[in-house]
């Protein structure tokens, strides 16, 4: 079996949260696990100026996926930075590509999932992720999100990203707090949980 866990990231945080998810993936027996990111769009000049081009090199290292690759998976977990409660631009120009695996069925069955970092607990945490969703349902793939059986979605004691849709973090307004350890732990889970679906969907 085998997961993708497809990500894009201004300045880290969605990177940090994907290696946990397939930290989580990593630990169904027979899973192998990929990291990859979506193409850049946007131009070096730009990058520059707000300075992620410096922070983008600490996963520069990792690949870029390809559309075509993506029927090569069985589960395939996005990670999305929020833009004004919808899907960054990045994982939107990725996915609008996918039209040819979309006339074939290439999808059909598969596990699929999202998780998500936004500046504030209300920037659309739960929107954004449901924007991913609806692509992964227009492919016929059959969506996993955080069940309650996470008791760390219900914690209330530290601010929290996530919700039953998916992982979350909250990154603040100038992207200042990393990842909590409870976050972390919601995106492990999801990694997991997804591989575990995805596994019982291909021994059918």
Not at 94 to 111: E, M, N, S
Not at 174 to 184: C, H, M, V
């Amino acid at each position: 079996m085998k997961t993708l866990v497809l990500f894009y990231s201004t300045y880290g945080h969605v990177w940090k949260m994907a290696e946990a998810v397939a930290e989580g993936a990593r630990q169904v027996a027979g899973n192998e696990v990929a990291i990859k990111r979506v193409p850049e769009t946007l131009p070096k000049e730009l990058l520059d100026q707000i300075g992620a081009t410096e922070a983008q090199k600490a996963f520069s290292h990792l690949p870029v996926a390809t559309v075509e690759e993506l029927a090569d998976y069985d589960a395939i977990i996005l990670g999305v930075p929020t833009r004004y409660g919808n899907m960054c631009g990045q994982l939107q120009a990725f996915l609008d590509a996918t039209g040819p695996l979309w006339a074939k069925g290439a999808l059909v069955g598969k596990a699929g999932g999202a998780f998500v970092s936004t500046a504030t607990q209300h920037g659309g945490q739960e929107t954004t992720v449901r924007s991913a969703h609806t692509a992964l349902l227009h492919h016929g793939m059959v969506i996993v999100g955080l069940p309650y059986t996470w008791q760390g979605q219900s914690n209330i004691d530290e601010m929290t990203g996530g919700s039953p849709y998916g992982a979350g973090t909250i990154a603040g307004g100038k992207g200042e707090r990393q990842p909590s350890q409870n976050e972390l732990d919601g995106a492990r889970f999801q990694g997991k949980y997804t591989a575990e679906i995805a596994s019982k969907l291909a021994a059918r």
